[in-house]
């Protein structure tokens, strides 16, 4: 008797067909991860706004501003979601309040100490005409490389408080 002979049980026939059914749909489209505004995934648009709401002094010998919890603060704690504004100029200086187009956005990941802690940040190109200074805004969360994850909305969010928001292009 060959072994091409032999007939598979149905469930042998009929499983791969099943696991890939399976898979398919059990998981969201990519499109709408993409679009959910509370993914991780979610895709800052080219002409979004961040709204600066205040005023903000840039301390002297620095370039920066930093955000955590709603404050305006000197650090960030490196283990919960915190952003930074970059200006071009060491300070003492200011940023007025205002509107500022995002450019260009994007997500990365970057190692701090191997095997152990990966910086988990997000990046916004802002322009303005009236304030060329200000660069961008980074917001970031350090945490284990199997554990962190991309920064989200509502996390810049919550580190920038009522001091600033964004509009969204759709």
């Known amino acids: 008797m060959k072994l091409t002979n032999i007939k598979r049980p149905i469930l042998l026939r009929w499983f791969p067909a099943v696991v890939i059914v399976a898979c398919i749909s059990g998981c969201p489209n990519p499109m709408a991860v993409k679009d959910e505004?509370?993914?991780?995934?979610y895709e800052i648009r080219t002409g979004s706004q961040w709204i600066l709401h205040q005023d903000l002094s840039i301390p002297s010998g620095q370039a920066h501003t930093n955000f955590q919890h709603g404050q305006?603060?000197?650090?960030?704690?490196?283990?919960?979601?915190?952003?930074?504004?970059?200006?071009?100029?060491?300070?003492?200086?200011?940023?007025?309040?205002g509107h500022f187009t995002i450019r260009r956005a994007e997500s990365s990941t970057e190692w701090i100490s191997r095997p152990d802690i990966m910086k988990?940040?997000?990046?916004?190109?802002?322009?303005?005409?009236?304030?060329?200074?200000?660069?961008?805004?980074?917001?970031?969360d350090w945490d284990g490389p199997l554990m962190g994850k991309d920064i989200t909305?509502?996390?810049?969010?919550e580190a920038l408080g009522n001091i600033a928001s964004f509009e969204f292009a759709s």
């Open 72 to 97: 305006v603060t000197s650090g960030l704690d490196n283990y919960s979601v915190g952003c930074t504004l970059e200006v071009r100029d060491l300070g003492p200086g200011s940023v007025s309040a």
């Open 153 to 157: 909305v509502p996390e810049m969010r």
């Open 37 to 41: 505004i509370n993914s991780q995934f």
């Open 120 to 140: 988990f940040y997000r990046v916004m190109y802002l322009h303005s005409d009236t304030q060329p200074g200000v660069m961008q805004l980074t917001c970031q």
